[in-house]
C-alpha cells in the first residue's frame, strides 16, 4: 500500500471559493457537492475553510463564518451539502451578517 501525504498548514488546494473573493452575494447564489475535507487555521485571520467536490471533480472552499460554522458542526464529512445564499440579516445584538442555509442531501432508493 503506498502512503499518502497532506500538507499541514500548506495552503488551500482547491479550483474556486464561495463565496468568491470580490464578488458580491446575490440572495439564491449557492454551491452543491459531497463534503470532503474541513481545512482550519488559513490565511492570517486562521480562518476555516469547508471544501465540497462538486460533480465534475473540481473542489469548492467554502469560507466560514459564524453561521457556516454553526451549521457543519452538525454535518458528517461525506455527506451531499447544498450551500444557498439568503441574504443579510440584523442579529440580536443589532450586527447585520450574512445568512445562509445548509441542506443535506437525502438518500433514496436507487440513488447511486
Same mark, same amino acid.
Given at each position: 500500500m503506498t502512503q499518502q501525504w497532506k500538507e499541514i498548514g500548506g495552503g488551500l488546494n482547491v479550483?474556486?471559493?464561495?463565496?468568491?473573493?470580490?464578488?458580491?452575494?446575490?440572495?439564491?447564489?449557492?454551491?452543491? /457537492?459531497?463534503?470532503?475535507?474541513?481545512?482550519?487555521?488559513?490565511?492570517?485571520?486562521?480562518?476555516?475553510v469547508y471544501v465540497l467536490e462538486e460533480k465534475d471533480g473540481s473542489k469548492t472552499g467554502v469560507w466560514s463564518s459564524t453561521v457556516l460554522d454553526n451549521r457543519f458542526k452538525r454535518i458528517a464529512i461525506g455527506k451531499m451539502?447544498?450551500?444557498e445564499y439568503i441574504g443579510k440579516e440584523k /442579529?440580536?445584538? /443589532?450586527?447585520?451578517?450574512?445568512n445562509f442555509k445548509v441542506f443535506e442531501g437525502i438518500d433514496t432508493p436507487g440513488d447511486e
Open positions: 479550483d474556486r471559493t464561495f463565496p468568491a473573493k470580490d464578488v458580491i452575494l446575490q440572495i439564491g447564489d449557492a454551491v452543491e /457537492g459531497r463534503y470532503i475535507d474541513k481545512i482550519e487555521g488559513i490565511g492570517d485571520n486562521n480562518s476555516t451539502l447544498r450551500v /442579529g440580536k445584538s /443589532g450586527r447585520t451578517f450574512k
